[in-house]
């Protein structure tokens, strides 16, 4: 925000000293960025789907449903040793078999003809590490951003993170709590600052992972 | 006169007991209401640490994965927010440890400028937090006087011309909203100096 000029002693002097320097800070004013919110959410899925107790649980095949916290307390379930066993193995043959590191190409829609770029997932303690390597895509302009997404076969979006590519030649790093075996197309769109947290629909990125 | 008092903020607390525990509990829902009911606040805390807006992102979403990790030990008989509170702030100093020792790694002549620790006490942070929370709870024509007369140091006057509003509306206004921000946050400077009395009727 501009600063004027100091403001005129006696439009403040009707509140004690301490209220009027409170009110100075920067942080009682600092708008938070229009992401933080589904961020916020997407670290928490992130961090849900690291907890590896919710895997175990029968009929959760999809990290996005049912609960965060308590998924770390199922270990308490009255869960035979035998059936514990058999899923143990199922979730190690899965993590083995299924979720290998993989890539795919974006390639660009209409509105991004000429971009593209080269996806490498990898599985970490933490979540799904989704790098994109993006070619020929302008850097976001001010007031807008770009956001990839995770799409399942019935179309549920999960938001893996946004950026502006402002700076040419880097890698985008973002990350993703769900599976991107389930959730197999990424696309990015063009955001605007401010437009809300659901996709805008202007997909400039797609692609599918093992099309 | 009673009539001119400013009607004090809201204070109908935003985290019902089934809320808190749902979120003691871990559910879903629960967790995104207080993502939602606090992400700015919280930034405001992780700012107020920081000084940076890219970082303080950052530890919000640490500071919300600490908490849903923390949830099953967080006494529902407590108030949630001291304890958020005290996490953002955590988290935040984290976040800035982690940010210095990047920096140590890739810079020789390294400074750290920008990436300096306010220092910020726990009591500076939970000021910060309530003062912003008050704000928020403005009726937003008065926290857009206040934004622009204390954050952007603006008069009276200049603030009439940028909203085009009389002067006389920009003096109500601020009125009413330092009432309410006196009333609501008196609890955090007991023993203050009191107001002038010189200025303390409503409409100037």
New interface residues.
């Given amino acids: ?8 002693p ?11 320097r ?9 708008d ?2 229009a992401e ?2 589904n ?3 997407a ?2 899925q992130a ?2 789907a690291a907890s590896a107790p919710a895997s175990i649980m029968p009929n959760e095949s999809k990290p996005a ?9 199922y270990v308490g379930w009255s869960v035979s040793a035998a059936a514990v066993l058999a899923v143990v193995g199922g979730l190690i043959w899965t993590l083995l078999v299924d979720v290998p590191d993989s890539s795919l190409a974006l390639t660009g829609t209409d509105l991004a003809s000429a971009a593209s770029a080269q996806v490498e997932i990898t599985e970490k303690a933490s979540g799904f590490e989704v790098v994109l390597d993006i070619d020929d895509l302008a850097s976001a302009e001010d007031g807008s951003y770009y956001q990839a997404w995770f799409k399942d076969a019935d179309g549920v979006l999960v938001t893996i993170g946004t950026f502006h590519a402002r700076e040419s030649g880097q890698d985008i790093v973002l990350w993703s709590g769900v599976d991107p075996a389930e959730y197999d197309v990424l696309t990015v769109t063009l955001q605007r600052v401010g437009g809300g947290a659901k996709s805008s629909g202007e997909v400039l990125l797609s692609g599918r992972l093992n099309p | 006169m009673p009539g001119d008092q400013p009607r004090p903020l809201d204070h109908t607390p935003s985290v019902s007991p089934t809320l808190l525990a749902d979120f003691v ?4 829902q629960a ?2 209401h207080v ?2 009911l606090f ?2 606040v919280m ?3 992780a ?2 640490v920081l ?1 940076r ?1 890219e970082l ?2 950052e530890a ?3 500071a ?2 600490a908490a ?2 923390a ?2 030990t967080f006494d529902s008989q407590r108030e949630l927010t001291p304890w958020l509170c005290t996490i953002t702030r955590r988290c935040a100093i984290d976040v800035w440890r982690t940010e210095r020792r990047h920096l140590d790694e890739q810079r020789d002549d390294y400074s750290l400028e920008g990436v300096t620790l306010t220092g910020a006490s726990f009591e500076e942070v939970w ?2 937090w309530q ?2 929370d008050a ?1 928020d709870r403005l009726p937003p024509d008065e926290r857009e006087v ?11 006057s ?1 603030i009439a011309q940028v909203i085009g509003v009389p002067i006389g509306t920009v003096k109500s206004r ?2 009413r909203a ?1 009432g309410r ?2 009333e609501s ?1 008196a609890h ?2 007991v023993g ?5 009395p ?3 009727s409503g409409a100037q």
């Fill in positions: 925000m501009s600063h004027m000029n100091t403001p005129d006696a439009d403040s002097e009707q509140i004690p000293r301490e209220l009027r409170a009110l100075t800070n920067d942080a009682v004013w600092v938070p960025p933080l919110h961020n916020a959410l670290a928490l961090a849900r449903v049912g609960t965060l916290a308590s998924n770390s307390r | 509990r871990g559910d879903d967790f995104e993502v939602r992400s700015g930034y405001a805390a700012y107020a000084g807006r303080a992102a919000v979403q640490q919300f994965v849903w990790k949830s099953d000021e910060a003062v912003r704000v206040m934004r622009l007369h204390h954050a952007g140091g603006y008069s009276h200049q601020t009125s330092h921000l006196r946050l955090l400077w203050a100096d009191e107001p002038s010189r200025t303390g």
